[in-house]
């Protein structure tokens, strides 16, 4: 196919699927924001050890006033927005499962068709792993850390692949598959 004539995708997703989408990308992105931003004073709640806190006390550093406020509101939020996108992770199967999904893009060759494939299935996975691991360390104990920043690096990692993917397209082969997800 010449360069000069980029072929669109013929078949989008439906407009409840990229809703949904475009939904969790924002929710992830501020659950990111939030759990980034927080001092850590919110982990290892569940047996009160926190990050150099006296047991049971179950504060991280323990300055005391309105900044333990601060802190608590963002560990709510945090815990909210956790849940919110397990929700949203259940729902999005689920309308995958009664939708369908379109037909694959006509200009995605096969090995890219694989690497969305897999990219898609470990991106829909750590949508249940990140907020769950995150619930473990904040309703029972520290020892899911190590798995919860696991999950965030291959959430990185399969993110980067996915936008690459969709950013190749877009940008070098001009066949605008981001059409389909707009």
Request: charged share 20%; hydrophobic share 50%; proline share 5%.
């Amino acid at each position: 196919m010449p360069r000069d004539e980029p072929a669109a995708p013929t078949a989008r997703y439906g407009p409840v699927a990229r809703a949904l989408h475009w939904l969790t990308v924002v929710a992830m992105t501020c659950q990111f924001v939030i759990g980034y931003t927080m001092d850590g004073s919110g982990q290892g709640r569940g047996r009160g050890r926190g990050r150099g806190g006296a047991p049971g006390r179950g504060r991280g550093r323990g300055r005391g006033g309105d900044l333990d406020v601060l802190d608590d509101a963002w560990v709510t939020a945090h815990v909210a927005l956790g849940v919110a996108i397990l929700l949203l992770a259940v729902v999005r199967l689920w309308w995958r499962r009664r939708a369908g999904l379109p037909p694959w893009a006509p200009t995605l060759r096969p090995g890219e068709r694989v690497l969305a494939h897999w990219t898609e299935r470990v991106l829909y996975t750590l949508l249940f792993v990140i907020p769950l691991t995150g619930l473990w360390l904040v309703l029972v104990s520290d020892d899911a850390v190590a798995l919860h920043v696991a999950a965030h690096i291959t959430f990185f990692v399969a993110i980067a692949a996915h936008v690459g993917l969709v950013l190749k397209h877009q940008l070098a082969d001009r066949d605008h598959l981001l059409r389909r997800m707009l």
